[in-house]
């Protein structure tokens, strides 16, 4: 089948990476393909004739988001209505990539695909947006869920915490904010199995197995780091409450989705995000 990949981030490079070679990829970056312009996606969808679109473009900047409203709607909700109409008129299928930011946290079970959203920024309401648009009646788009995404570049929690282990003396993170880390690569392999799996239209969810706190993730990162001689030395972390560390944007405390249905239909027990941050941090140290 042919795919088209589009943005140009972490997601969207691996889902190219991983891509098996019985099938055909067409990437679009941004700067190839600005899914703001509903005309030039026309255009593209026409000249491509895809049988599977990724849509891996979004607005992630998400404490700038509560100061450009408008621009993370246009790209994270509105450009998504387009991509859907041109879906359609093509007659191939969307899946397109959302967040554990549609939900508010306040859950006290990992999220089912079925739970009430409620997000508590600009970022997680445009995302919502763009959901509602693959998900009309009748339709075949996929929307996947995922949170907590890094890999061996591109801006990431994984990166920033390398840079900042070596550069400071101590660092501090929050450690009430609970998700699930979860790497590119697992992420496209999640992608590819659907599509392979001609998975029925709907909301599936995907992550590394297990639960971390932001604080926890971090502790991991420098010890995983130090075996693999990636840091010169470990540092203090100190584990601090969000309200100690204000952002613009609310963030859910709790966003942990539950993805054992996903993980049932494409026969995959998954793996734990400790294992995969080991994999991810033996790329870096080859790289």
Known sequence: MKVLVLGGGQIARAVAKAAPSEHEIVSRTRAELDIVDAHAVSRTFAEVRPDWVVNAAAYTAVDLAEDQPAQAIAVNDTAVASLARASERERCRLLHLSTDFVFDGNSSRAYLTTDRTNPLSVYGASKL??????????????????????????????????????????????????????????????????????????????????????????????????????????IPIRAISSASYPTRARRPAF?????????????????????????????????
């Open 255 to 287: 966003s942990v989705l539950d993805t054992a249905s996903t993980r049932s239909l494409l026969n995959s027990s998954g793996r734990h995000w400790r294992h995969n941050l080991r994999t991810l941090l033996d790329e870096v140290r080859t790289a």
């Open 129 to 234: 947006g763009g959901e509602r648009h693959v998900l009309t009646p009748g339709g075949s788009g996929i929307v996947l869920r995922t949170s907590w995404v890094y890999a061996a570049e591109g801006k990431n929690f994984v990166l920033t915490m390398l840079l900042l282990m070596r550069e400071k003396d101590q660092i501090s993170v929050v450690c009430d904010q609970i998700g699930t880390p979860t790497s590119a690569a697992s992420a496209a392999e999640a992608i590819w199995g659907l599509m392979d799996a001609n998975a029925a239209a709907g909301i599936y969810h995907w992550t590394d197995l297990g639960v971390a706190s932001w604080y926890d993730f971090a502790v991991a990162i420098q010890d995983e780091a130090l075996a693999r001689g990636l840091l010169p030395k470990s």
